[in-house]
């Protein structure tokens, strides 16, 4: 079954496709939220949470909104910000700087950490920290393109052109 | 539309970080179903940062759909059964049925192949008894028909006339079998020769004194008649019995330099 005969399945409320769409996003799902969350066992949580809304919110996704994936990744990093905000959560945890993805590298001193920094760590060989800052910006956080070019002060053009070639140079290390 | 400058714009990253506006993502799904090239790119784009952020996963708790599945149910209950369990088993036992269904079919279509070809059998026997039955019928009424002929020539009321070759044809011989009381008189031709084309015998009861000739008769279909005995009707007086060979037809007197055989009727 290809995405879009699968996603309309899921939008009929087919747990079966719901399945299949979770064993595909889960992972990335959870991983967007770590980075976010910073918390190994509350971002598991969360991730299930985030799966939950999906499932509620299906008939509310429409390709006109982009991607399934874009959709689901948008649900999931606003549901880690709230949480970020939330009083239970700044009890929880000091540090609550808006570091970058590649943050998780030096935060998690867990050693039985299942995260794959191997993975990260290949993927992201020999990019710039703009790269890795803009990437942490549109993917991780949910910037606009607007947000973007104002946080780091340029033009919406190169935030453009920067992404272009940033993204470009992970798929010729994913080649590798 | 430049479609390589399009993708190199960088705009395709922004639409799968869904940083565009509504306005600019219609766009883009606009020229990715217009241009496979652009849909091609959209897609390794997002699997790039599918593994980027796999990458970044702490992992999933143990069977994490199957709790996920239990809170579902809380929120908006799940199809009914028949839709979500798709278990192998089923799959299987609808594959197997069909298939099952398959081999009877052509089984049955092999039975009733086989039934088609021993009913033509058996319509072929019938026909070869059929055609037995008619032959054995027909023999039989031969048969009948010779006995019936035989009866009547040992009749003691038949008086047998031997006719004796003539002049024409001194080998020839033939002889009546006259009842007297029925007025018939069977003619036994074997002994004549077959008639030439356009010729038949002609039988004349002959009164001997003045020589008066009465024809009593064609020996017609000569080379049909297996047996060769001729049946004629005789109510006349006879004498003798006289046999010539005339055109087809028959003639009104005889021609008697064509007598065949000639015979006087005993006392």
Redesign the interface.
């Known amino acids: 079954m290809d995405l879009d005969a699968l996603v309309k399945q899921f939008q009929?409320?087919?747990?079966?496709a719901f399945?299949k769409l979770?064993?595909m996003?889960?992972?990335?799902?959870?991983?967007?939220i770590?980075?976010i969350i910073k918390d190994?066992e509350r971002?598991?949580e969360l991730?299930?949470d985030v799966?939950?809304k999906i499932?509620?919110k299906s008939d509310t996704y429409d390709?006109?909104?982009?991607?399934f994936?874009?959709?689901i990744?948008?649900i999931a990093r606003n549901a880690a910000i709230d949480e970020l905000r939330s009083k239970t959560h700044k009890n929880n945890k000091k540090n609550l700087q808006l570091d970058s993805?590649v943050g998780?590298l030096k935060h998690d001193k867990d050693l039985n950490?299942?995260?794959?920094?191997i993975?990260?760590q290949s993927?992201l060989k020999g990019l710039k920290e703009k790269c890795i800052l803009l990437?942490d910006l549109?993917?991780?956080k949910?910037?606009?393109?607007k947000e973007?070019a104002e946080e780091l002060k340029k033009p919406i053009g190169t935030?453009?052109?920067?992404?272009?070639?940033c993204?470009s140079e992970?798929?010729k290390n994913?080649n590798l | 539309m430049d479609i390589k400058k399009y993708i190199?714009?960088?705009?395709l990253?922004?639409?799968?970080?869904?940083?565009?506006?509504?306005e600019e993502?219609?766009e883009v799904?606009h020229y990715a179903i217009q241009h496979p090239e652009i849909q091609k790119e959209?897609e390794?784009?997002?699997v790039?940062?599918?593994?980027?952020?796999?990458?970044?996963?702490?992992?999933?708790?143990k069977d994490?759909?199957k709790?996920?599945?239990s809170?579902?149910d809380d929120?908006?209950p799940?199809?009914p059964d028949s839709?979500?369990k798709?278990t192998p088993w089923t799959t299987y036992l609808g594959w197997a049925a069909s298939v099952l269904f398959a081999v009877g079919m052509l089984w049955m279509y092999l039975e009733n192949d086989k039934l088609k070809t021993e009913i033509e059998i058996t319509e072929q026997e019938r026909q070869t008894l059929e055609e037995q039955i008619r032959q054995a019928k027909e023999v039989l009424v031969e048969k009948s028909e010779t006995e019936q002929l035989l009866n009547q020539l040992r009749n003691k009321d038949i008086n047998t006339v031997a006719l004796g070759g003539q002049t024409v044809s001194p080998e020839s011989y033939a002889k009546a079998y006259w009842n007297k009381s029925e007025q018939k008189v069977y003619i036994d031709a074997k002994g004549l020769p077959e008639p030439p084309q356009g010729f038949t015998y002609q039988v004349w009861s002959l009164k001997l004194d003045p020589l008066t000739p009465t024809s009593i008769g064609l020996l017609d279909d000569f080379a049909d008649n297996e047996l060769l005995i001729f049946e004629l009707e005789n109510p006349n007086e006879s004498e003798a019995f006289g046999i010539t060979l005339e055109p087809e037809g028959g003639s009104e007197g005889p021609n008697l330099e064509q007598l065949y055989t000639l015979g006087a009727v005993g006392p």
């Open positions: 009929k409320k087919d747990s079966y399945e979770y064993g996003y889960a992972e990335n799902i959870c991983g967007v770590y980075t190994h971002s598991q991730c299930q799966f939950v499932w509620a390709t006109s909104k982009g991607r994936f874009t959709w990744l948008n993805f998780i950490t299942k995260i794959d920094t993975g990260l993927l990437i549109l993917y991780f949910g910037y606009t393109q973007a935030i453009k052109t920067r992404i272009r070639a993204i992970i798929r994913r | 190199a714009s960088g705009i990253e922004l639409y799968v970080s869904g940083s565009l506006s509504p993502n219609l799904q959209i390794a784009i997002e790039t940062i599918l593994e980027l952020t796999a990458a970044t996963s702490p992992g999933l708790q994490s759909f709790t996920l599945k809170e579902l929120v908006i799940f199809t839709l979500e798709r």
